[in-house]
């Protein structure tokens, strides 16, 4: 599904240069759902813009789908990769309304001259919306700027998922909410990951997030992945053991340590 | 002649009193492009001319003044608002105001009086400026200068002059025109045209460095832009050591060494005058286009000082205003 | 009074479409172009072009200055999406091109159009029924239309993206849009419509002028923040409508400052300054009035 292979990427701030990827390589399989943990500055952010195309790496191949799309621009590969960020006032149009972001997210390519929201799409909308259980159903035509940070990442999770994409990147999506808030997000994607089995990244803060989604889970630091599990040896993983996994790289960071349990 | 104008005065006077006598004052609307003061000067002169011939402002005649403040867009309002003032006679100073008169006074039957355009005919506001029994409800001044006679004039300052630099903005109306006129006048005085262009006033000094060394003399006519950045010129023409005639006299102080031109204040008289023909019965379409003559010679004897210059005597003779030790002096020569 | 009105409003509905343009790349792209000084003679040069050495149909001479201030527009956004050059000064460098280009199309710097059959004599003979209204009636009706497709289009697919693109550029890319060329589509469509109005303006003027387009970006701006201020919805049909009642109001101020200027003590001289104290009048009564009726609502 996504090959990453030997990437690095460089950046240069004034004289020096930082190497926020220092040789990645990374496979995905269809239906994989890896959770990304690691330091402020490891690269883990850096990592989901090079794959997304925001970013190009300095060397390095990625590839979708057996495809290589190392330098295609980012709004080509998103008809196949859905983004949530960090912010919730960066993943929507704020003085559109829900209707129209969610029509704007229907669709990735070949945007006709048709009218946006029809009856039929409104209708479909709705049955999204609460199907993910998202209580937006009747603030359809509400512009977005009065939505609260929650509602709005509620909407852009419906948004990363109407058009069926292949890939799902989730960039520490709930981090800018409050503990509720940020529960009903991540039960709303793990609920939706299950049942459409998306290939999908996450990258985290919480330690007990990335323990309890997805099948696969690596440590970040410094531009490269240091510790990787898998399925069985993932599910018998405790917080306690990456904490270890952590102090024993020297890597101890404060945040991570003080994470919520 | 002086007996032939004041039985004229004397005329006009007594239908003035006749206009006078139907009670209301007439009103009258004079609109320019832009506060400039060349076409202020021209306001002044027609509402002086009326004022001389008995037209009391305020009693016998009343003027609502307009401008447009240097925007084209403008003078379609002005002119609108004019006829919702049951003006009895519009006075348009400029090309575009006076397109904007016609067009908004077309078929009302209010005549309109243009001053101060170059080229009346080009501009498509009368079809013919001699015989003007096809024109519309439309006569006028204009203020074309003699181009041929100022670059004759450089010519009589220097027989050595055989190149004469031209700077203007090709985006006003009256410059391009004259810059073509003198572009086909130059060949047959002996001489050939260097252009220069400058679209702002920030690019004269640019456009007039560029041509020191190419020309044995500099010429600017009617053009607003240049008129602005008048000392780039000048520099550029003390630092070729070469003549500068400029078309407007009340630039003279400033440091051309010649200076040709209308005064404006008699070209609003003019404007006046046809304003008092109509008023005595005639129709504009009996009025041929008047077209200004006379230009002044106005002389710069610093700024030919400055550059080894000596003005030949028939020049001095013909000279209306000198320019001499800082100060202007005015002959009385009539 | 009543003609003097209808003259305002005739010049509100001309001068709405060149407002139109601008409210697409102030407010839809948020992008500060400066072409439309350039583009809107572009527009009046064309069609005084066509009108006097080839007689088109003066309603043909407004499409084909639409088409040639898309281009102006396109340029613009080629010159800030494809070589990177600010938005600011990739619009500045296009008026300044547009200045000479104009000029060659003219060929001077002033057409008169008084000799040649403009779209108001077409009008005012084929509706002549309707009397001093009948400009008023077709101007409304064009600008009105306008103002519908627009409506129409900002509501398709395509038109919601060009939206999200000034709203939120980031968030489109990955929605799969290419904002570049949304960019200088929105450039193109928005000086289509500029240009269009200069063609507009030059035949209900009577004459094209090479200095016409000068402060048509003050004179838009002013459109869509007055109309702004005093209609504040995010519905995009509401949003062109305050754009529309914003021109009209800017011209109503205009003839206002020219006719009873006077009656304050104001002079000739004085114009633009009454225009914007009007101007300024009407941005500040939404405010007042707020700040009334919260006095009213604590009391």
């Given at each position: 599904?996504?090959?990453?292979?030997?990437?690095e990427?460089?950046?240069?701030?004034?004289?020096?240069?930082v190497?926020?990827?220092a040789?990645?390589?990374l496979?995905l399989?269809r239906?994989?759902?890896?959770t990304v943990?690691?330091?402020?500055?490891?690269?883990k952010?850096?990592?989901l813009?090079?794959?997304?195309?925001?970013?190009l790496?300095?060397?390095?191949r990625?590839?979708?789908?057996?495809v290589?799309?190392?330098?295609?621009?980012a709004?080509?590969r998103a008809?196949?990769i859905?983004r949530?960020?960090?912010?919730p006032?960066?993943?929507t149009a704020?003085?559109?309304?829900?209707a129209?972001?969610l029509?704007?997210a229907s669709?990735?390519?070949?945007?006709?001259l048709?009218?946006?929201?029809?009856r039929r799409r409104?209708?479909a909308?709705?049955?999204?919306l609460?199907?993910?259980g998202?209580?937006?159903?009747?603030?359809?035509?509400?512009p977005v700027?009065?939505l609260?940070g929650?509602?709005r990442?509620a909407?852009?999770v419906?948004?990363?998922?109407?058009?069926c994409?292949?890939?799902?990147?989730?960039d520490?999506h709930?981090?800018?909410l409050?503990?509720?808030?940020a529960?009903r997000?991540?039960?709303?994607?793990r609920?939706?990951?299950?049942?459409s089995?998306?290939?999908t990244?996450?990258?985290?803060?919480?330690?007990?997030?990335a323990i309890?989604?997805?099948?696969?889970?690596a440590?970040?630091h410094?531009?490269?992945?240091?510790?990787?599990?898998r399925?069985?040896?993932?599910?018998?993983?405790?917080v306690?053991?990456?904490?270890?996994l952590f102090?024993?790289?020297?890597?101890?960071d404060?945040?991570l340590?003080?994470?919520?349990? | 002649m002086?007996?032939?104008?004041?039985g004229?005065?004397?005329?006009?006077?007594?239908v003035?009193?006749a206009?006078t006598?139907?009670g209301?004052?007439?009103?009258?609307?004079?609109?320019?492009i832009?506060?400039?003061?060349?076409?202020d000067?021209?306001?002044?002169?027609?509402?002086?001319?009326?004022?001389?011939?008995?037209?009391?402002?305020?009693?016998d005649?009343e003027?609502i003044l307009?401008?447009a403040?240097?925007d084209?867009?403008?003078?379609?309002?002005i002119?609108?608002?004019f006829?919702?003032?049951g003006?009895?006679l519009?006075?348009?100073i400029?090309t575009?105001?006076?397109?904007a008169a016609?067009?908004?006074?077309?078929?009302?039957?209010v005549?309109v009086v243009?001053?101060?355009?170059?080229d009346?005919v080009a501009?498509?506001?009368v079809?013919d400026?001699?015989?003007?029994?096809?024109n519309?409800?439309v006569?006028?001044?204009?203020?074309?200068i003699?181009v041929?006679g100022?670059?004759?004039?450089l010519?009589?300052l220097?027989a050595?002059?055989?190149r004469?630099?031209?700077?203007?903005?090709?985006?006003?109306a009256?410059?391009a025109?004259?810059?073509?006129?003198?572009?086909a006048?130059g060949?047959g005085?002996?001489?050939?045209?260097?252009k220069?262009?400058?679209?702002?006033?920030?690019n004269?000094?640019a456009?007039?460095?560029s041509?020191?060394?190419?020309?044995?003399?500099?010429?600017?006519?009617?053009?607003?832009t240049?008129?602005s950045?008048?000392d780039?010129?000048i520099?550029?023409?003390e630092?070729?050591?070469?003549?500068?005639l400029?078309?407007?006299?009340?630039?003279?102080?400033?440091g051309?060494v010649?200076a040709?031109g209308?005064d404006?204040?008699?070209h609003?008289?003019?404007a006046?005058?046809?304003?008092?023909?109509?008023l005595a019965?005639?129709?504009?379409?009996?009025?041929?286009?008047v077209?200004q003559?006379?230009a002044?010679?106005?002389l710069?004897?610093?700024?030919?000082?400055?550059?080894?210059?000596e003005?030949?005597?028939s020049?001095i003779?013909?000279?209306?205003?000198?320019?001499?030790?800082?100060?202007?002096?005015?002959?009385?020569g009539? | 009074?009543?003609s003097?009105?209808?003259?305002?409003?005739?010049?509100g509905?001309a001068y709405?479409i060149?407002?139109?343009?601008?409210?697409i790349?102030?407010r839809?792209?948020?992008?500060?172009?400066?072409?439309?000084?350039?583009?809107?003679?572009?527009?009046?040069a064309?069609a005084s072009?066509?009108?006097?050495s080839?007689g088109?149909?003066?309603?043909?001479?407004l499409?084909?200055?639409f088409g040639?201030?898309?281009?102006a527009?396109?340029?613009?956004?080629l010159l800030?999406?494809?070589l990177g050059?600010?938005?600011?000064l990739?619009?500045?460098l296009?008026?300044i091109?547009?200045?000479?280009?104009?000029l060659?199309i003219?060929?001077?710097?002033?057409i008169?159009?008084?000799?040649?059959?403009?779209?108001?004599d077409?009008?005012e003979?084929?509706l002549?029924?309707?009397?001093?209204v009948?400009?008023?009636v077709v101007l409304a009706?064009?600008t009105f239309?306008?103002?519908?497709?627009?409506d129409?289009f900002?509501?398709?697919?395509?038109?919601?993206?060009?939206?999200?693109?000034g709203?939120n550029?980031a968030?489109?890319?990955?929605?799969?849009?290419?904002?570049?060329s949304m960019?200088?589509f929105?450039?193109?469509l928005?000086?289509?419509l500029?240009a269009?109005?200069?063609?507009?303006?030059a035949q209900?003027s009577g004459?094209?002028d090479v200095?016409?387009g000068?402060?048509?970006i003050?004179?838009?701006?002013a459109?869509?923040i007055?109309?702004?201020s005093?209609i504040?919805?995010r519905?995009i049909g509401w949003?062109?409508?305050?754009?529309l009642?914003?021109?009209?109001i800017?011209?109503?101020?205009v003839?206002?400052?020219?006719?009873?200027?006077?009656?304050?003590?104001f002079q000739?001289s004085?114009l633009?300054l009454v225009t914007?104290?009007?101007?300024?009048v009407a941005?500040?009564?939404?405010?007042v009035?707020?700040r009334?009726?919260?006095?009213?609502g604590?009391?």
């Amino acid at each position: 599904m996504l090959d990453v292979q030997g990437v690095e990427k460089r950046f240069r701030s004034g004289a020096d240069e930082v190497l926020a990827l220092a040789g990645i390589d990374l496979h995905l399989d269809r239906g994989d759902f890896l959770t990304v943990i690691g330091s402020n500055g490891a690269g883990k952010s850096t990592l989901l813009h090079v794959i997304c195309g925001v970013l190009l790496p300095t060397t390095g191949r990625v590839r979708l789908g057996g495809v290589d799309v190392t330098c295609a621009p980012a709004y080509r590969r998103a008809r196949r990769i859905s983004r949530i960020v960090q912010d919730p006032m960066k993943g929507t149009a704020p003085s559109m309304t829900v209707a129209e972001n969610l029509a704007l997210a229907s669709k990735r390519r070949g945007r006709t001259l048709r009218p946006a929201i029809s009856r039929r799409r409104r209708a479909a909308f709705v049955d999204r919306l609460s199907d993910l259980g998202v209580d937006l159903t009747t603030r359809l035509d509400d512009p977005v700027s009065t939505l609260s940070g929650g509602e709005r990442q509620a909407l852009a999770v419906a948004m990363a998922t109407l058009s069926c994409p292949d890939l799902l990147l989730l960039d520490e999506h709930t981090a800018a909410l409050d503990p509720k808030n940020a529960e009903r997000i991540v039960e709303l994607t793990r609920a939706f990951v299950e049942e459409s089995g998306l290939t999908t990244i996450m990258v985290t803060h919480n330690m007990d997030q990335a323990i309890e989604l997805g099948n696969r889970l690596a440590m970040m630091h410094k531009g490269q992945f240091v510790h990787e599990v898998r399925d069985e040896a993932k599910r018998r993983a405790r917080v306690c053991d990456l904490v270890e996994l952590f102090s024993r790289r020297h890597v101890a960071d404060d945040e991570l340590l003080l994470d919520p349990a | 002649m002086k007996r032939g104008i004041a039985g004229l005065a004397v005329g006009l006077l007594i239908v003035a009193i006749a206009v006078t006598g139907l009670g209301a004052p007439i009103r009258i609307g004079i609109c320019k492009i832009v506060e400039h003061p060349a076409l202020d000067a021209n306001e002044r002169g027609i509402i002086d001319a009326l004022t001389a011939a008995g037209y009391v402002e305020g009693k016998d005649v009343e003027y609502i003044l307009a401008s447009a403040q240097g925007d084209p867009n403008n003078s379609i309002p002005i002119a609108q608002n004019f006829l919702a003032k049951g003006v009895t006679l519009v006075v348009a100073i400029s090309t575009p105001m006076a397109l904007a008169a016609v067009e908004v006074f077309e078929g009302t039957g209010v005549p309109v009086v243009f001053s101060a355009v170059t080229d009346p005919v080009a501009a498509g506001l009368v079809l013919d400026d001699d015989d003007s029994s096809q024109n519309g409800n439309v006569t006028g001044v204009s203020d074309l200068i003699d181009v041929a006679g100022d670059l004759a004039l450089l010519k009589e300052l220097s027989a050595s002059v055989r190149r004469v630099g031209i700077v203007y903005n090709p985006g006003e109306a009256n410059s391009a025109r004259l810059t073509t006129i003198a572009e086909a006048a130059g060949p047959g005085l002996g001489l050939s045209v260097v252009k220069a262009v400058a679209d702002t006033s920030a690019n004269v000094p640019a456009a007039a460095q560029s041509l020191v060394g190419r020309v044995d003399a500099f010429y600017v006519t009617t053009d607003n832009t240049v008129v602005s950045a008048i000392d780039a010129v000048i520099a550029a023409a003390e630092e070729g050591s070469v003549p500068f005639l400029m078309a407007d006299p009340t630039s003279l102080r400033f440091g051309p060494v010649l200076a040709t031109g209308f005064d404006y204040y008699k070209h609003g008289l003019l404007a006046g005058d046809i304003v008092l023909q109509i008023l005595a019965g005639k129709k504009p379409n009996q009025i041929p286009v008047v077209y200004q003559t006379g230009a002044e010679i106005h002389l710069n004897l610093d700024a030919a000082a400055r550059i080894g210059l000596e003005f030949p005597a028939s020049l001095i003779d013909r000279a209306t205003g000198i320019f001499f030790g800082g100060a202007s002096w005015l002959r009385s020569g009539d | 009074m009543g003609s003097i009105l209808i003259h305002a409003a005739e010049q509100g509905f001309a001068y709405g479409i060149a407002a139109l343009g601008v409210f697409i790349t102030f407010r839809i792209l948020r992008f500060p172009d400066l072409t439309v000084d350039g583009s809107f003679v572009t527009g009046a040069a064309i069609a005084s072009s066509l009108l006097t050495s080839m007689g088109v149909d003066p309603f043909l001479a407004l499409a084909v200055a639409f088409g040639a201030g898309c281009v102006a527009g396109a340029v613009t956004g080629l010159l800030h999406t494809r070589l990177g050059i600010t938005d600011l000064l990739a619009g500045v460098l296009s008026m300044i091109m547009l200045y000479s280009i104009n000029l060659r199309i003219m060929g001077k710097p002033n057409i008169s159009l008084l000799r040649v059959t403009t779209l108001s004599d077409v009008v005012e003979k084929a509706l002549s029924p309707l009397g001093a209204v009948a400009l008023l009636v077709v101007l409304a009706g064009l600008t009105f239309l306008i103002k519908l497709v627009l409506d129409a289009f900002f509501r398709t697919e395509f038109g919601l993206a060009l939206r999200a693109t000034g709203d939120n550029e980031a968030m489109i890319v990955s929605q799969g849009v290419n904002t570049k060329s949304m960019k200088v589509f929105g450039l193109a469509l928005s000086n289509g419509l500029v240009a269009m109005s200069g063609a507009l303006v030059a035949q209900y003027s009577g004459f094209a002028d090479v200095g016409m387009g000068v402060g048509t970006i003050v004179t838009g701006l002013a459109a869509v923040i007055v109309g702004g201020s005093l209609i504040r919805s995010r519905r995009i049909g509401w949003m062109t409508a305050s754009v529309l009642v914003g021109s009209l109001i800017y011209r109503v101020a205009v003839m206002f400052a020219l006719r009873y200027g006077y009656l304050i003590g104001f002079q000739a001289s004085d114009l633009k300054l009454v225009t914007s104290l009007i101007v300024i009048v009407a941005l500040v009564i939404p405010t007042v009035r707020e700040r009334l009726m919260r006095k009213v609502g604590s009391c």
